[in-house]
C-alpha cells in the first residue's frame, strides 16, 4: 500500500481569526488514525491536539479538559475558532494506515505546517525623557521623545512626525545588551561627529555697549555632555521666555529603535527621537509617534504638543488662615497644557521659608502652623519645563486667631507668656509636693 501526506501552507494570522489546518493525504490502504501534533520547545515535545480514530469513526480533542478550541471539520481537517498568540509555531498530521501484508502493523506518513500568528499593538504612548527637567535660559541642552508600543508581534515598525511631515532622522545603533535602561542620555562626542557647544551671546562684545550682540553659530547637533562653558549673561539680556542663543534653523534629529520580547509572546517596542531643543521654534510643535504594522490596517498615532508652562493656578486652603493654622498653597493646572512635566520650586520673597529652607519643590507648599509674623509674606511659584518657565506670587494674609490671644505665640506659632508661665508653676508645685 501507498501513503502520501501534504499540508496546504498558511499566511500569517491575527489573533482572534479561525483558522483551518488541513491535512491532504492519499493512500489505497485501510485507514486507522489521523492524529494532529503541536510541536513544542523546538520539535523535543510533540502534544497531541487532536485524533480521529477511523476504527470505531470517533474523534475527540486532547485539550478538552483545559477548553475545547478545536471542531473536527472532515477527518484530517482541524478548525481553531480563535487563534491566540500561544497558538503559535509548528503543527504535524500523522496518517496511520493498516499494512496489507500483516493486516496489524501501521504505516504512518506526516507532513508539517508552521502557524504564524501575528498580534496587533495593543497601546502606545509618547512621553519625555529625563522629566521633570528644568528650563536653560543660557546654554543649548538635549531634548528626548520617547515612544513606548505594546502589545505587538512582530516588532511593528515606528517613526515620528513633526506638524504631521515625517521626519529625518539620522539612525543611532542600539546600546549595549545589559544596560537595563530604556532612559535615554546625552550623546557624546564619540556618538556624533558634528557636535557644537553655542557661544555666548556676549562672547566677542560688551553686551550693552555701542558694538551689536556677536551671532551665536547655531548648534548642529546635541550639546556635548559637559559643564557649562559659555559667559553669564545678565539676566536683564535674556528674555524670560526664551533664551536668545539660539537661531531659528533646521534641527538635527537622531533616532534610536529598541524593541524586548514579552511573558506572552509579544514584544515592547521603544523609539527615541533626540535632538538640540529650540524654544523658539520648538515651543507649541506637534511631534507624533505612528506604528506601522501588518496586522493593521491603518497605522496607530499618538501625539503630544511642546509647549511651555504659562499662567500657573495657585489655590491656598484654608482662604482665610488664622494664627497657628496650617496653610497649604497648591498649584492645580495651567491656562494651557504644558507638556512635558513642569518642575515647580516654591520660595519666599525676601526671606527664607518657615521651616528655614531656600526653596521647595514640589507642586504643593505645607506651612505648618502659621505664626503671626507671616501675615503679608509673599511666595514664588517657579514652574518651568526645558521649553520655558515663568513665575507666579501669592501673598499669605494672617488673621487674629480668638482662641489664642495676641502676643500670647513665638514666631513657630507656640505659646508664651502666661500660659507657659502658669504651666512651669503647676509642675514645679507637683515636684515640691511629691519631694514632701
Known amino acids: 500500500a501507498y501513503l502520501t501526506v501534504s499540508i496546504e501552507p498558511l499566511p500569517p494570522v491575527v489573533v482572534g481569526d479561525a483558522v483551518t489546518l488541513k491535512c491532504n493525504f492519499k493512500t489505497d490502504g485501510k485507514m486507522r488514525e489521523i492524529v494532529w501534533y503541536r510541536v513544542t520547545d523546538g520539535g523535543t515535545i510533540k502534544q497531541k491536539i487532536f485524533t480521529f480514530d477511523a476504527m470505531f469513526s470517533t474523534n475527540f480533542s486532547h485539550l478538552e479538559n483545559y477548553r475545547k478550541r478545536e471542531d473536527l471539520v472532515y477527518q484530517s481537517t482541524v478548525r481553531l475558532p480563535e487563534v491566540r498568540i500561544s497558538d503559535n509555531g509548528p503543527y504535524e498530521c500523522h496518517v496511520g494506515i493498516y499494512d496489507r501484508a500483516t493486516r496489524e502493523k501501521v504505516v504512518l506518513a506526516s507532513g508539517n505546517i508552521f502557524l504564524n500568528v501575528m498580534a496587533p499593538p495593543t497601546s502606545i504612548s509618547v512621553l519625555a525623557a529625563d522629566t ?37 532622522a539620522t539612525p543611532l545603533p542600539e546600546p549595549p545588551a545589559g544596560t537595563g535602561s530604556w532612559a535615554p542620555r ?30 551665536a553659530d547655531p548648534p548642529r547637533g546635541l550639546a556635548a555632555e559637559r559643564g557649562p562653558v559659555t559667559e553669564t549673561i545678565p539676566e536683564t539680556v535674556v528674555s524670560r521666555e526664551f533664551p536668545r542663543w539660539v537661531h531659528v534653523a533646521e534641527p538635527i ?29 520648538d515651543n507649541e510643535a506637534l511631534f507624533s509617534c505612528e506604528v506601522k504594522h501588518p496586522a493593521l490596517s491603518m497605522p496607530m498615532q499618538s501625539e503630544v504638543t511642546l509647549v511651555a508652562p504659562k499662567g500657573p493656578k495657585i489655590t491656598m486652603t484654608p482662604t482665610r488662615a488664622r494664627v497657628g493654622d496650617t496653610v497649604r498653597i497648591l498649584v492645580q493646572g495651567f ?12 520660595t519666599r520673597v525676601g526671606s527664607r521659608l518657615l521651616d528655614g529652607s531656600a526653596e521647595h519643590d514640589g507642586k504643593e507648599l505645607v506651612l505648618e502652623r502659621v505664626p503671626a509674623e507671616l501675615n503679608g ?9 526645558p521649553l520655558g518657565s515663568t513665575d507666579t506670587h501669592t501673598r499669605l494674609i494672617v488673621f487674629e486667631n480668638p482662641n489664642i490671644p495676641r502676643g500670647t505665640e513665638d514666631s513657630n506659632g507656640s505659646l508664651t507668656g502666661h500660659r507657659s508661665f502658669r504651666l512651669v508653676l503647676a509642675l514645679t508645685l507637683t515636684v515640691i509636693l511629691e519631694l514632701t
Open 377 to 385: 509674606s509673599m511666595y514664588r511659584c517657579t514652574a518651568q519645563n
Open 186 to 215: 546625552n550623546l557624546l562626542h564619540r556618538d556624533l561627529d558634528d557636535t557644537k557647544v553655542p557661544k555666548s551671546l556676549a562672547a566677542d562684545g560688551e553686551v550693552g555697549g555701542g558694538r551689536p550682540l556677536a551671532t
Open 253 to 281: 534629529y537622531y533616532f534610536r529603535h529598541t524593541h524586548a520580547p514579552v511573558s506572552d509572546g509579544t514584544v515592547e517596542a521603544r523609539a527615541t527621537l533626540t535632538w538640540t531643543l529650540n524654544p523658539q521654534i
Open 132 to 168: 521633570p527637567a528644568p528650563f536653560s535660559r543660557y546654554q543649548a541642552q538635549n531634548f528626548t521623545l520617547v515612544c513606548v508600543v505594546s502589545g505587538g508581534k512582530p516588532a511593528p515598525l515606528v517613526y515620528f512626525k513633526r506638524d504631521g511631515e515625517p521626519i529625518e
Open 335 to 346: 491656562q494651557n497644557e504644558v507638556f512635558p512635566e513642569p518642575l515647580f520650586t516654591w
